[in-house]
T-cell receptor
């Protein structure tokens, strides 16, 4: 089955700096890669996703890159703000079965004011 | 986006008892899933809830322990049977619709004493 590894497990940055979280996956059949933000006591919320037919996607301060050959994808957050502090999860699945996701272990991001 | 509700939101149970968690979606969805999130950890898929038939369980999860029903397109239940303290977790319902976007319910926080 699919195996997703996520690094780092914790990340602390100063407000305004950039944050990068990286994930690798093992199953070459995976073609859908969402990122979720989970605040304390809340449900995971989709913040951005990328499909295997593109290499990069951007939404305001958030971007995701995908390297299918190397089987890794990354989340980039620029101009970080204290409200970006949360646990971020990457996931991998196939588009035809997107809900059957394998999640990374999560990254706890702390943005210091 | 789909609006998902779960009942109960939290419960404290005695070991050896069972708890049934309900998931209700406000619109017809293609797929429904149940995930578990143990304290401080990532999300693990328990099973896919199939309408009108037996659920499809992931490795490590069995029907006797986690019976699941899905009588229609908008409702599903997960029962945690013969509970032990190791079952203390957050249980999350998730859905996908016509697109591959996955939405999560608010979760049910279960504590087993």
């Amino acid at each position: 089955g699919e195996n997703v590894e996520q690094h780092p497990s914790t990340l602390s940055v100063q407000e305004g700096d950039s944050a990068v979280i990286k994930c690798t996956y093992s199953d070459s059949a995976s073609n859908y890669f969402p990122w979720y933000k989970q605040e304390l006591g809340k449900r995971p919320q989709l913040i951005i996703d990328i499909r295997s037919n593109v290499g990069e996607k951007k939404d305001q301060r958030i971007a995701v890159t995908l390297n299918k050959t190397a089987k890794h994808f990354s989340l980039h957050i620029t101009e970080t703000q204290p409200e970006d502090s949360a646990v971020y999860f990457c996931a991998a699945s196939t588009r035809t079965n997107a809900g059957k996701s394998t999640f990374g272990d999560g990254t706890t991001l702390t943005v210091k004011p | 986006s789909a609006v998902i509700s779960q009942k109960p939101s939290r419960d404290i149970c005695q070991r050896g008892t069972s708890l049934t968690i309900q998931c209700q979606v406000d619109s017809q969805v293609t797929m429904m899933f149940w995930y578990r999130q143990q304290p401080g950890q990532s999300l693990t898929l328990i099973a896919t809830a199939n309408q009108g038939s037996e659920a499809t369980y992931e490795s490590g999860f069995v029907i006797d322990k986690f019976p699941i029903s899905r009588p229609n397109l908008t409702f599903s239940t997960l029962t945690v049977s013969n509970m032990s303290p190791e079952d203390s977790s957050i249980y999350l319902c998730s859905v996908t619709g016509q697109t591959d976007t996955q939405y999560f319910g608010p979760g049910t926080r279960l504590t087993v004493l």
